[in-house]
């Protein structure tokens, strides 16, 4: 799914060392001594056409992430790179005046199709505001421009759709709509906030058939948040694995899937139900359920769930990732024993 | 291709218009409205007449004796200098929903600004809103509004001045608690996020997504504060008598003074106090069953304490 | 996966019951918002009215304005008066009133009667608000719920001096004659004349045990319903009040606790009104706003699924209106209340003094009337005061009902 801008070499996103900590606030006046790690030191690529999908349970850190490429929040630590041909920014350095131009190039689709669109507001008011903000064309311009785009993400006949109202259309419509607004500006990369899982299962395939062909058309590179192991593999070139605010393994889709290297993406995988009644697997026990990432202790974030945790896990600190295959990383120190 | 389904939901219009509340409210304002109009026009007819008996500042009936009970010429009686009760009515009326109007304007406005900037920036001017807020409420407006009054020439003092000022120091209070933590609860929801991501600065993120929201809820303080307002001026004018302009409160200190309230005599023109205080208490009821109704269906959550913060 | 969820730690025990945590926070608000409001006040009386006092006097030219502006003590510079203001405040000074009096004085003299009516006439008016909305809004009976809403409105935003007439006309003759019935002398300088106490003690008295019994019957209350003890419950706070009654009545108060209640002066030297009747007239102009603001908290919580659960649990109505519904639509219905408070103060002013009750009201009005700025500025602060308090018992109750709030 890679377009010839692959032969750029440099990635389109890069992020390095990744943090973001929350505080939480002890009393009126003593400053606060307790902090949720919610991302805690997160590396990664994206190159260009490339899509790459996070996945993870609730709460480990992937919607705060994929908040912090957009700049919706700002990061603790680290770094944020944003390579698109001339424009080179460290996104937590974009400024105020920059920020719209900014904003043309890294979008986002939310979660939730009810919410995400002000329910006051016409379709046409809702995708044309990018173009409004920025003052791009005249009104009429913007009209053709929205109405091109209606018929890109595949509300026929568009002229139709203009002017409803969010409570006048279907949860797969609104969505439709959410990512004809994301691509108003021609971004370069949009990061997707698990946008289906508030689907009805039987539309959520042609919106994710809708954003694969709307990539190799228009060239876009997608982070695509999920905590659904079938919807990555179907919509991401690579996978990265995210636990308690740090990636565990990251990879190409195919790799991960067939040869998962960290036990929890093992477990992940061990419980995606396969529609095959003669098919027979051992599953992969993790204990308990998830916690939370305050303060958290210097060792493997996993230790406590972890079916194969030993001595050499409780003895050093956190793992960083290791190679086990091409461009395949996992954090794990007993990969090569288990 | 996808058809475009529309969901039964019931729309809000519909909800309102079966609100009982609401309608009577803006039933009785009507009403008020149409006398604010009559007066004009009862001049211009039935009490027609160079010198007519109907004049609300010098109407004299020199067939009766003065103040005398509702009767056929007068329906509502007169009062002890001669005046026509009806005609008097009718022509407070327009006083009192002047101060009622621009009440509601004032407090509609304050507490929109101020809660919505409060609710958007957050931080240091967020602190600042809600305490002072906070603190306004300890400052019944109704009783500085009299302390300002008591002193003043009230003449000059105009509808508008009594409104406004109400109006003011209502929405810096209780109103801008309100409204700002509905604004807190708006800012809360995706489509301000994605106001954002379009690049919406603060003006148009306020005007174009936050303040539609809020009107309702604004709306309901509003009507709120206008209650108190008429109620207010016409504390005022009750309290300052001959110097007031003409309004329902002066009907009432007409009828009634500071000391023959408490001795409940009904040797005084009962019938001139009853019309001032039923047009004080049915145009104020007025706004606040609208308030009230319009909070039924659209605020029910702008008294809940976990709803803030 | 394992069947077995386990998680984290619970956590520790509060070495401290939570209200110790709450109220110290509550105390920095209040305190905080103490002092905005007394700028507020200050500003307010020294900077604002100052232009409407004196400029009457702008009549008689330049000079009788200024005259007017240095009898009123406002020709000082703005810096010099707020020293003087802040640090009286710290002394516990409230100045001293144009009258000559010290403001501390007039107001400890006159603020009890006040105090008393409104502790009590609040809370009466706000259980009473809180049962007519509940009833009202649960059963949706079309006719009481229209005839509880007109009278609720009807209540609200009646011309305070009206009301007042009303009161008089109405009631003062049938509570005379119950004070009769009673027993008690017609003239109540006879009941003070022996008396060991002041008038103003005995007040202060009542209103801390009304209040007292009511702090204790909650928390009898919920002590009791941990027990499982229904009846207990539902009688805590009625027998706490009326044990706290008969505390006054065998310390030896009875009489004058009563007679302060009625009052009644032929020889017109004392005051001639009777709390009784403010309180009447306070609890009637409350209870509508709190009765609107319930029903808003009940006809928002009915729709919830738990309500669905406890009917399905075969819980009778009266149990599922009033122990989930309506204890859910409390708390909001406090904080919401709350905000009523400056409409119920000034009608609560209006009404004491069109009945003549020698209370707030009366040192107030006179001093708006005399331009006695001093006076005035005591008056309002100890308004704030007063109101400052009754919002940090309201946190509290609000925190008693809803757990989930005992944090901020």
Known sequence: MTTEAATQTKPLVEVTDLAKLFPISRGLFRAPNEFVHAVDGINFEIAPGESLGLVGESGCGKSTTGRMLVKLLNPTEGRIQVNDGDYQRDVANVSRSEIKDFRSRVQMIFQDPYESMNPRRTVFDTVSEPLAVQKVGTVPEREERVLELLGLVGLAPPENFLFRYPHELSGGQRQRVAIARALVMNPRFVVADEPTSMLDVSIRISIMELMTELADRLGVSYLYITHDLAVARYMCDRIAVMYLGKIVEIGPTEDILANPRHPYTRALLSAVPVPDPSFRRTPVEIKGGISKAINPPPECRFIERCPFAAEVCRENPHPALFDVGERHHAACYRINEI | ???????????????????????????????????????????????????????????????????????????????????????????????????????????????????????????????????????????????????????????????????????????????????????????????????????????????????????????VQAMIGVAGAVTAEAFLAFRSGVGANIGFGYLVFEGLTWGELFAGVLDTPWWVMITGAAGITLLAGAFYLIGVGLREIFDPHSLDPRRVD | MSLVETSEAAPRRARFPWIVVFLSRRAAWALITLAIYLMVVFVFIQVWVPFNFATPALQGGIEAYRAALESLGLDRPLSERLFEFVGGLIRGDLGTSFTGQPVWDLISDTAPVTIFVFAVGALLAFVAGEAMGRFGAWHRHPVTGSALSTIGVLFTTIFPPFLVFLIAFFLRDPFWELREAIGLPVDSLDVWRDAAVEQNEVLLLMSLAFLGAVVAGVLVRTWAHRQRARWVAAMAIPVTIIAAAAGIWLAGFGVEAIDLLYRSDISQTVATGSPLLVLVGVVLITFGQVMFIMRVGIEDQRNEDYVLTARAKGLAESAVRDRHVARNALAPTIAGSFLALPTVIAGMVIIEFGLEVRGLSWAFFNAVETQDIPTIMGVLVILGVMGILLRVAADVAIAHLDPRLRRT
């Open chain 2, 1 to 219: 291709m996808p058809v475009a389904t529309i969901p039964r939901r019931k729309a809000r219009r519909v909800r309102l218009v079966s609100n009982a509340k609401f309608v009577s409210g803006v039933a009785l304002v009507i009403f008020f409205i149409l006398v604010v109009a009559a007066h004009p026009i009862f001049r211009a007819t039935i009490w027609d007449g160079e010198f007519t008996v109907y004049d609300p500042f010098i109407g004299y009936d020199t067939q009766v004796v003065h103040p005398a009970g509702p009767s056929a010429d007068h329906w509502l009686g007169t009062d002890s200098l001669g005046r026509d009760v009806v005609s008097m009515f009718t022509f407070s009326a327009r006083y009192s929903v002047a101060v009622a109007l621009s009440a509601g304007l004032a407090t509609a406005v304050v507490c929109l600004v101020l809660g919505s900037i409060a609710a958007y920036r957050r931080g240091w001017v967020d602190s600042v809103v809600t305490h002072v807020s906070d603190a306004m409420v300890f400052l019944p407006a109704l009783l500085a509004v009299y302390i300002i009054g008591v002193g003043s020439d009230l003449r000059a003092f105009s509808a508008l001045d009594v409104g406004i000022t109400f109006g003011f120091l209502y929405g810096l209070g209780p109103a801008t608690a309100t409204v700002r933590a509905a604004a807190l609860s708006v800012m809360e929801r995706p489509f301000i996020d994605a106001a954002r991501l379009a690049g919406a600065g603060m003006g148009r993120t306020v005007t174009r997504h936050l303040l539609p929201h809020l009107v309702p809820h604004a709306a």
